[in-house]
Structure formats: C-alpha cells, structure tokens
C-alpha cells in the first residue's frame, strides 16, 4: 500500500523559508513514474493546486507561488520536496503531498504552514 508522509512545516515569519518533504512508501521502483503534487488548504478556503512535478522532471506552479516555490524530486529516495522561499501571510495552510499514477491518487496526512510576524 502506496504511503505518503510529509514534514517540514512549522511557524515562520513573513520573508522566511520552508522545505517541505514528502517521503513515498510502498511504491517502490514506480516511484519515478509518478506525477508529483503539492496542495494546499488554507482555513475556509477550498484545497488547491500548489506545484506539480512530472516523472520526467516537467514543474508547474500556481500563479500565487510562481518565483517563490520550487518543487523537485528525489527518485533515489522516494521523496518529492517544496521549497518556499519569501513566504507571505497568504501562503499560511496545511501543506498536502499528492502522487498520482494510472489514475490513482494517494494522498499525504498534510503538514501545517504558518506565516506570521
């Protein structure tokens, strides 16, 4: 059974910086075939779309993080990460990990992201 855990957030000032990992279980070897997601909830606010990353390395972003969140992976390691950098109060959310391949989806547990002074 495919796992998904994330870590790495916390409590940082506007300005600041975070990288988020998401570590993969229970893929084994598939894992470079997966697209690789990062979502985002902020409270009262629908999940979104934060940053993509294909199997064959391929990011996209949401406008809101574009130039200020870079999204990798690690395939040797089964881990997808997001660093973001010049954090705003906006970007104040839990953090969910997201692998998808052949039409399935397996999420992370989220970890939470705060910006304030």
């Known amino acids: 059974q495919v796992q998904l855990v994330e870590s790495g957030g916390g409590l940082v000032q506007p300005g600041g910086s975070l990288r988020l990992s998401c570590v993969a279980s229970?893929?084994?070897?598939?894992?470079?075939?997966?697209?690789m997601r990062w979502y985002r909830q902020a409270p009262g606010k629908q999940r979104e779309l934060a940053a993509t990353?294909?199997?064959?390395?391929?990011?996209n972003y949401v406008d809101a993080v574009e130039g200020r969140f870079t999204i990798s992976r690690d395939n040797a390691k089964n881990t997808v990460y997001l660093q973001m950098n010049n954090l705003k109060p906006e970007d104040t959310a839990v953090y969910y990990c997201?692998?998808?391949?052949?039409?399935?989806?397996?999420w992370g547990q989220g970890t939470q992201v705060t910006v304030w002074p």
């Open positions: 997201n692998g998808l391949l052949a039409g399935l989806n397996f």
């Open positions: 990353i294909t199997s064959t390395g391929t990011t």
């Open positions: 229970g893929t084994g070897l598939a894992f470079k075939l997966y697209a």
